[in-house]
């Protein structure tokens, strides 16, 4: 076996070194004290312009996520069911909400 074939076998060997990969924020929680700009600094929505399968973007807490305008109206339905649903346990708990406005907070 010459030089050149034994280079090509080191190099066919040797593990594939592959660049760290890009970390992915999966969970989002408010934060402790509130941002400026309430709530426009929590959450955006916006149109994307000409793409009709991403047509919308929604921005929670500066995490963009693009979607098809089947996936943001099921977003809205869910969270209008939710937030009924909430305003029914908390209403039990004593505490008025009618979701037009903003909770008032513990530290408050």
Known sequence: MGKG???RTARATRPQVRP???ATVSVTHEPSIPLP???GSHVHTELTGAD???CLAVTIHGIMHYLHADTANE???SLEK???DFGAVIA???VPWSGDR???KPHQ
């Open 20 to 22: 760290a990969a890009k």
């Open 75 to 77: 977003l809205r339905v």
């Open 102 to 104: 903003p909770l008032p």
């Open 5 to 7: 074939s034994r280079n």
């Open 82 to 84: 939710t937030l009924t």
């Open 37 to 39: 700009g309430w709530p």
């Open 52 to 54: 009709i399968d991403e």
């Open 92 to 94: 039990d708990m004593g």
